[in-house]
């Protein structure tokens, strides 16, 4: 899967640098390992996309921030006198949005198990399982409860133009690279950010093109994704 996905992008790249038009910021190794779904701890190795830290976004002065506790808030607490947990600003100058929030959606989430509780996040026909040691409902660490997965905060900043153009010389471009439109990003996966202030990946965040091709046979919806903290 991997290898058929990664001539793809070299195949892909080739034709559009020899027309002139495609000039990304990362390196092509660094493209690859993000497109194709690598992944270290089972994390995605998405980094090079990023054009800072959260802390290092948070301390340039530009973004709006959030009110005391939306860091730490925790599914248990949150009910719709708090927004759910929800916790978004945004600014804006003649040029660009500037959004900070902790990725919590505004409205009640049940504790989520994508094949039921007690068991783990695999079907037998998926080619890869990036999860084959855990087990829904059991102790995986940060967003894990006796009843299923639940989200927790994770805070992030994005800078946006206000005024998008597809016509640019350098289009099409690297669907993750910020850099070439004067973004930035804090989250490297991240396309874009919905009014919530949730982030948008894809439509290979399942680690391939789509879900068909890399494989998965659970198709995915609105949901927390399976906790990994004891699996660091």
């Not at 990023?50 to 607490?77: F, H, V």
């Not at 040029?95 to 409205?107: H, L, Q, S």
Request: proline content about 7%; charged content about 20%.
């Amino acid at each position: 899967m991997i290898l058929k996905v990664s001539n793809f992008l070299l195949v892909v790249q080739a034709f559009l640098t020899a027309n002139g038009s495609f000039n990304p910021s990362v390196l092509e190794d660094e493209m690859v390992k993000c497109h194709t779904g690598a992944r270290v701890n089972l994390r995605r190795q998405c980094d090079a996309y990023r054009t800072g830290t959260p802390e290092e976004l948070e301390a340039n002065g530009e973004y709006p921030e959030l009110e005391d506790g939306c860091n730490t808030i925790t599914w248990r607490e949150a009910n719709q006198d708090n927004n759910w947990g929800n916790c978004m600003e945004m600014t804006v100058d003649e040029e660009f949005r500037y959004i900070t929030t902790n990725n919590v959606p505004d409205y009640y989430m049940n504790p989520y198990c994508p094949i039921g509780l007690g068991y783990g996040y695999c079907v037998p026909q998926e080619v890869t399982c990036f999860f084959p040691d855990l087990t829904c409902g059991e102790d995986n660490g940060e967003g894990t409860t006796e009843y299923g997965d639940i989200w927790v905060p994770q805070l992030a900043h994005f800078k946006i133009p206000l005024v998008g153009n597809p016509t640019r010389a350098d289009r099409p471009g690297d669907m993750y690279d910020a850099v070439l439109v004067g973004a930035e990003k804090d989250m490297g996966p991240a396309q874009g950010v919905a009014i919530n202030g949730i982030n948008i990946q894809g439509p290979n965040d399942a680690g391939d093109v789509s879900i068909d091709e890399g494989g998965f046979q659970l198709a995915c919806g609105g949901h927390v994704t399976p906790p990994t903290t004891n699996l660091d």
